[in-house]
């Protein structure tokens, strides 16, 4: 185990209409990117409840990503808006239980973004692995 | 919420898509992996899951194994969801106990050469699919009713297109103008390629009937206010702009009998202020009551209320017609529409941000749309293609092409605007019919004559004398004495260095999406593109459509299109806008919002949180709990994200179900 490179678990929450469709264009333009992350589709950011967020670092988690439409995009006018006010939430609360608060991430990539998607998924997987495993991970070991 | 407790009964499969994921992704390996997760009765492999073949084995497995839920391993549900869903109903199960991981755009496209990571990340992705529809419920759509009438946007050619489609196909239609006529970019034009049809020629039959069509209700000089409602049932607020005069239909309601504007002009006649006409790039003038030329649809004039010094000479002059009323207030109207059709056009850009081409600098550098009203018999010169400065006749015109297109210095537009090249070498055709002699030099790029018989067009031209130079020019210069410009280029195929001294520089400026494309996008929710056009749901197999159902584009507001191309898409949307009305009904996701009452406190947090209002509060067993409007509520879920209570349950996106999925992939699918 020692000797084989660590990899980070990092869960993406995506909204059906920006970032899924961005993602999805990244594929079709063929715009390669790491494969660490893993991706769960709802249909609106604001549907993302603070739990599933420290369910997936109870759980594990090295990083979490949620990412939706731009501010003013959104396909249900503001769900994103609300969901990045509870993000900034989350970050506070991850902070105080000793969790480095940068390894959770909102990012805003619209369907015709493709090329943003990629840029963000190696800035993610970079930034979770300048971090290394997650303080819970390492308690666990 | 399910009634039945069966255990779930999985079936999984893993589509090849040639090898566009086995290429990738060593699909054995994914499928036996699949075999050994939790509930997974059955799993199999196949080339193309999508194709009847494919289906037919979700189908028949469904049948033989008693399944209770689905995953495809395959595309991306935005692709292919709708197939796959149609299967599982094909073999006998709900429709929404159906889940795809999509491993090809966000897995093999995406890691092409990573094989094992993209393996485990496909794994991953079932298993997580896996988990879901374990947790999956048989859901019912909602049927809603459609108004059997339609509004379309914007009236140039693309609009007035779809709106007769409408129309003559039985549909109440609004076809909704800011301006005072219809007509759009394509009644400035003077000739079109590669046909040389006069432009008003051919587009004022259609003004014309758009104006009378028994079907069509015409709103010109008016915007869209709001924007309420779904697909089937929209309900537009239009804000019709204080025109300050009344039609005859206006002028009759308000008891005006035999009045209201029949255009006959005696306003304009005495109407004291004059401004320069828009229409004519300035270049001809107007009054503060106008109409932009002799063909406007409606013919009805109008107050520029800006510019009016509200003298009253024009009510004086209209008499007993009483057509004009300079307190006029904009009015509010809403109406009920089905379907919706996009067709807001295009702007030039403004080439002047091009410092180096002299637009605004020299007189004798002007645009394409300018050099189409002074070629045109209705322009300000009656057709006279006369140089700005003096007025006299050029007898040689250098056209720059990709003037601001195709430009990645960061000042123009990446895109290639589609259609300068072939109206420019139309320009060069129309100064060497009307001024024999005079020598048109086109400095382009690559020219792209892409249509039906525009390389023919092209070919024409060619012979016809008009000289081409390949090489985007540098810099425009003037002769301060004769006005005359410098252009200076490098001819790329010769390899040397050009210095032309021309009467007259035609700049074939970039187009770009209107100013107010930013504010109808968010009116009607439809997503843009990079540049900033209305965005299509798929750009190969729904061009028409947009992400927000009901909402269809025509036309150069989703992209550069020449008049055949925008005809035609404006036809196809109209088809497309035709159809949820014939059918009468259209089916909504049940993506639903419903109250565990039990759970529900009746804080009400939920109702500020909801941007349709579908949330309200009653009384139930003597307390207060949470009701939902299913008509209103379109399943977004940032109720069930916030409630302190988790007492709302998103259908088909439920709590258990997305911690389900964080679960089987953090912790591998033991739980």
Redesign the interface.
Known sequence: MADEEWKPKILAIICNWCSYAGADLAGSARTQYPPDVRAIRIMCTGRVDPLFIMKAFADGADGVLVSGCHFGDCHYIAGNFKCAKRMFLMKSILKDLGIEDNRLRMTFVSASEGAKWAKVMEDVVQTVKDLGPSPLNQMKQ | MAEEKKQPRIGVFVCHCGTNIAGTIDVGAVKEYAKTLPGVIVADDYQYMCSTPGQSKIIDAIKEHDLTGIVVAAC???LHEPTFRTATKEGGLNPFRFEMA?I????S??????HE??T??AK??IN?AVAKARLLEDLYPKSVPVEHAAMVVGAGVGGIQAALDLANAGIKTYLIEKQPTVGGRMSQLDKTFPTLDCSQCILTPKMVDVGRHPNIELHTYTEVEAVDGYIGNFDITLRKKARGVMSPTEAAAKGIIGGGCNGCGDCDAVCPVIKPNPFEFGMKPRKAIYIYHPQVVPLIYTVDFDACVKCGLCVEACGEKKAIDLEMQDTFETVKVGTIILATGYDAFPIEKKREWGYQQFENVITSLEFERLICASGPTGGHLIRPSDGKTPMKVAFILCAGSRDNTGVGKPYCSRFCCMYSLKHAHQIMEKIPGCIPYIFYMDIRSFGKMYEEFYYRIQNEGAKFIRGRVANVLEDAKTKNLHVYAEDTLLGRPVDLEADMVVLAAAVQPTAETDHVR?LF?V????DGWL?EAHPKLNPCGT??AGVFLAGVCQGPKDIPDTVAQAEGAASAASIPIHTGKVELEP?FAQCMEDKCAGCGMCIS?C??SALDLIEKDGRQVMHVTEAKC?????C???CPG?AIY?QH?T?PQ??A???A???GGEQ
């Open positions: 991306t549900p935005r999509n090809r755009d966000q897995n496209w995406v890691h092409m050469h990573d990571g993209a485990a990340k991953d992705a997580i968010h929710g997503s843009c593109s990079q965005l992400t927000t993506y949180l941007p349709y379109k399943g977004c879920g940032t069930g994200g916030f988790g998103m996106f709590t997305i911690v999925q964080i679960d992939f953090l912790l």
